[in-house]
């Protein structure tokens, strides 16, 4: 059974639109964490343009599920990582003009700065997941940096209709039985909704699906534990 990872940054998202205190994703998190979220996920973005450092390190003294840090493999951001020392870390590309994660990881290309991090990543304990696209030289590549897992980029998917949503569904499953083959534990996300996912959570192999944008969106409306139960139904298939 699939595990469900809840994305709070929009959360702070909101929280950060008026620099107010509330509302408080760590708050956030206690709500998912009852609601049946199997993991809390934010990304410390160099621009802090929501999550802020004081919210990792107060996760990580109250969060009871796995936190995972999604983050850029630079030195300031890899730093605090070590010293916060999450249970995971999702190392993910990132550009200041994004609105939100564009892509996956082009791991073959910049391997050996992404071989480092997840080094320097590894010697405090953090498990280390790699944010890739449905490519088998990525997972070829993510498997030589030494990673435990890798997460495998859904955005395509969830932005094709018709025959193309189900080529791109194809590559999804063929690329989870690959990086499976390898050994590597396989997670999904980005784009995933509460009417998209389903196909994709019938997919065989993939261990946790990480979602934030659809929760939070819908959250307005029913509430965060109504929206994190209900996908946690939806995955749990």
């Keep these: 059974m699939a595990k469900l990872g809840v994305n709070i940054d929009h959360v702070a998202t909101i929280r950060q639109a008026r620099l107010a205190n509330e509302p408080d994703p760590v708050w956030a998190a206690a709500v998912a964490q009852l609601a049946g979220a199997d993991c809390i996920t934010v990304h410390l973005r160099e621009d802090r343009r929501h999550i802020q450092d004081r919210d990792v390190r107060i996760l990580k003294d109250t969060v009871t599920v796995k936190l995972n840090l999604e983050m ?133 192999g993939f261990e946790e699906f990480n979602i934030g944008h659809s929760i939070i969106a819908r959250a307005v409306f029913v509430g965060l534990e109504a929206a994190v139960r209900e996908m946690k139904r939806l995955i749990d298939i």
Excluded: W
């Excluded at 997670?187 to 389903?198: D, E, I, P, R, S």
């Design 72 to 204: 850029g493999a630079a030195g300031e951001i890899i730093a605090i990582a070590r010293e916060v020392a999450p249970a995971q870390a999702t190392l993910v590309p990132e550009r200041r003009q994004e609105l939100t994660t564009e892509g996956g990881l082009d791991v073959s290309g910049g391997f050996e700065k992404i071989h480092a991090a997840v080094k320097a990543l590894q010697e405090k304990g953090i498990i280390v997941s790699l944010f890739i696209d449905a490519d088998e030289r990525q997972i070829e590549a993510s498997k030589k940096t030494g990673a435990e897992a890798i997460e495998i980029h859904t955005g395509r998917y969830a932005e094709a209709k018709g025959a193309a949503a189900a080529a791109r569904l194809k590559e999804l499953a063929s690329s989870c039985k690959v990086a499976r083959e390898m050994g590597l534990v396989v997670h999904a996300g980005h784009g995933l909704t509460y009417t998209n996912v389903v196909p994709v959570a019938k997919i065989s």
